[in-house]
């Protein structure tokens, strides 16, 4: 047994997807580094990633069409890592859909039970099965050009579901639908998966689908894993910060460690009139240290430079200058943009930077009234309500 | 200005049109002139069918025929098969060594001079016969041969090109699904290509069909195609059955092209409202 072996072993209890230090290179170009990763029985996972970062060939490493230079790849304690792609456990959902043109959509699902040794009648009654499960009984006959774009999914999802994968991979599943529908399929997803449940490794570059599809969310960069976690830590808890400026929109500063307390830390930011007051992990193991990114900031010494991260729903704006001797900013309004339910105000500061904060347009709207353009206002956040980094 | 180009359009068609289709109607018509000399309109006796008649009759013909349709079958279908190789190898093997070799010697029979090719592919009978005994005689065999070489190009270009324009996640779709890569091909790939390979196989089969100058270097006695023969009557002063054969000929290829313009625009019609109908239907 060797140490790689020993590792995987440690880690098996509960993963059922295992990728160890897979790696592929284009070139001089890594676009998958190293990446270990493990994907439980029965969950939803999002790889989430700009273009370019590597999370489609992570996909493609997984479904067989692309050899790994490094690294291996074990479901449910199996090696697949050199098995052909039509021998692997597992189906593709592509995000192009790739119905084959030339057959019906009962043809088109049949297809991969027909390379199996099942009967015609079995293989008829699983595919009837399947497409009353993705609501596309009444339209087996027809072929994929006479079908709309979310009928396509549905049966895109239909073939790659008929074969009862132990997993199935679906790259950008809902890329080609328009905003209404892309809605009603999110949750249309989530239901069959619960339903059949079917591990879902799913690819996507929208982190609006992320948060709503997944129960654990793999931040990708540059061919590498960035950060692991459910929707909520990798909202409230970014690591880096890459994950911080990708994930939602968020305000980030700069700023030198001053003095630190027990639990906080203060923080000279350039840009504020007063000191910054943020949290302070206390060291690796304590409650409220999470991961790489918080023992590197317990880590930091005055004088260390840090960012901070400010998500624009946890500042309040006022007219009045804030009573707390930390965390508030000064400046006039820039920008308001009402979105119905919220409204999101662009507020700069007096060296130039820009700050974002959005405000729930409950009532009668009294403060919406007196908080338009070129008004001057106060921001303010609690000491909680900030991620620290160092990276 | 209005009225100046109002008529200067259509006269303009109409010369177009003249200066393109004058020459086979005139054929057409004479082919029912009764007169043996070409030129001349035998008025009294005319139209009548008395060339096609003949033309049944004519043995030489038939049998020229006959052999250009096997010529033309063989060299079509075999060119197809080859060519159809040629163009996955160009189109899927990515940069490999030779790639820019091979592309090169794809396309150049078809920029090169017909003299030139059928000049060497007779040198080169000869001296195969000269060193291996084969061809024993230039004929039938040497013909489709020399088809097939200028053939593949044709092919090997159509095939590449829908290769080019190919959605290659329909194959990767098929292998996830459990198709081993055979499988694909006979399912998946050639289903789709097929429309390119049978747009490849009646270009080679008109190519050989119509090719004088190559069959006239490597045919041998006894060996001559149909248009070699109509070629050598026309050097012997045209004799009205070849306007007659012209003229079938014509009817022939005009009824395929319309045939199937007509059924490919009715399918794209059937298509687009299909298309229509679904995306209203949501």
């Known amino acids: 047994m060797t140490d790689s072996d020993r590792h995987i072993a440690a880690r098996a209890a509960d993963a059922y997807l295992q990728l160890h230090e897979l790696g592929k290179r284009y070139g001089e170009v890594p676009a998958v580094d190293a990446v270990s990763l493990d994907i439980r029985r029965g969950e939803i996972f999002c790889l989430l990633g700009a273009s370019g ?103 895109a999802l239909a073939r790659a579901l008929v074969k009862r994968p132990k997993l199935l991979l679906l790259d950008e599943p809902l890329a080609a639908l328009d905003r209404k529908l892309r809605e009603h399929t999110q949750f249309e997803l989530l239901n069959i998966q619960q339903e059949l449940g079917v591990t879902f490794v799913v690819v996507t570059h929208d982190q609006e689908e992320a948060m709503t599809l997944a129960t654990r969310i793999g931040v990708m960069d540059h061919g590498r894993i960035v950060q692991v976690g459910t929707p909520r830590e990798i909202y409230q808890q970014p690591l880096t910060r890459f994950v911080a400026g990708f994930i939602g929109s968020v305000n980030l500063l700069e700023g030198r460690v001053l003095e630190r307390q027990a639990d906080r830390a203060q923080l000279h930011c350039d840009e504020l009139p007063v000191p910054l007051l943020v949290p302070w992990p206390a060291g690796a193991g304590a409650p409220g240290a999470t991961g790489a990114a918080a023992a590197g900031v317990s880590a930091a010494g005055v004088g260390a430079a840090l960012w901070v991260a400010l998500r624009p729903e946890q500042l309040r704006l006022s007219r009045a200058r804030p009573e707390q001797p930390y965390n508030w900013a000064q400046g006039v309004i820039r920008e308001v943009a009402y979105r119905g339910d919220l409204s ?31 008004v001057p206002v106060y921001l303010c956040w609690e000491a909680d309500s900030a991620v620290v980094g160092s990276d | 200005m209005n009225a100046r180009r109002a008529l200067l359009l259509p006269s303009a068609l109409a010369l177009g049109y003249a200066f393109l289709y004058l020459p086979i109607v005139s054929l057409i018509v004479f082919s029912f002139n009764a007169s043996r000399l070409v030129t001349v309109w035998d008025a009294a006796h005319s139209p009548t069918l008395r060339w096609y008649v003949e033309l049944l009759h004519n043995d030489q013909i038939l049998s020229a025929a006959r052999l250009s349709l096997g010529i033309a079958t063989l060299n079509a279908t075999a060119a197809v098969i080859l060519g159809t190789a040629a163009g996955f190898a160009l189109a899927r093997f990515g940069r490999f060594r030779g790639r820019g070799l091979l ?87 050639l289903p789709l290509i097929a429309p390119a390979l049978l747009s490849g196989w009646l270009l080679s089969f008109t190519l050989s069909w119509d090719d004088v100058v190559i069959s006239q270097f490597v045919a041998g006695p006894g060996s001559s195609t149909l248009p070699m023969v109509i070629f050598s009557k026309v050097r012997l002063g045209v004799s009205p059955d ?14 395929g092209v319309v045939g199937s313009t007509l059924w490919l625009q009715r399918r794209e019609q059937r298509r687009g409202s299909e298309m229509r109908q679904a995306v209203t239907e949501e």
Request: no cysteine.
């Open chain 1, 53 to 155: 970062s590597g999370k489609t060939t992570l996909l493609r490493l997984l479904a067989g069409f692309e050899t790994p230079d490094t690294g291996r790849v074990l479901l449910d304690d199996e090696d697949i890592t050199a098995v052909p792609p039509y021998r692997r456990p597992l189906n593709m959902m592509f995000q192009s859909y790739a119905l084959f043109p030339h057959l019906s959509v009962e043809r088109n699902v049949a297809f991969g039970l027909e390379q199996e040794q099942l009967t015609r009648g079995e293989i008829m009654r699983r595919v009837g099965e399947i497409l009353e499960v993705v609501r596309m009984g009444a339209l087996a006959r027809r072929k994929p050009h006479q079908l709309s774009g979310g009928q396509r999914q549905r049966v």
């Open chain 2, 103 to 189: 592309s090169a010697l794809t396309t150049a029979p078809l920029v090169m001079p017909e003299i030139i090719t059928g000049l060497s592919l007779l040198l080169l009978f000869i001296s195969m016969q000269q060193l291996l005994g084969w061809p024993a005689r230039r004929g039938a065999a040497t013909i489709t041969l020399a088809h097939i070489s200028f053939s593949v190009s044709y092919v090997a270009i159509v095939v590449q090109a829908r290769l080019a324009g190919f959605d290659h996640s329909l194959e990767e779709a098929a292998l996830d699904l459990g198709a081993r890569p055979a499988q694909v091909f006979r399912r998946i790939t």
């Open chain 1, 344 to 374: 999101v105000y662009l507020v700069r500061l007096p060296g130039g930077r820009e700050l974002r904060a959005t405000l729930a347009n409950s009532g009668a709207g009294s403060a919406a009234v007196e908080l338009t353009r070129d």
């Open chain 2, 242 to 255: 070849v306007n007659a054969l012209a003229t079938l000929l014509i009817t022939l290829v005009a009824a």
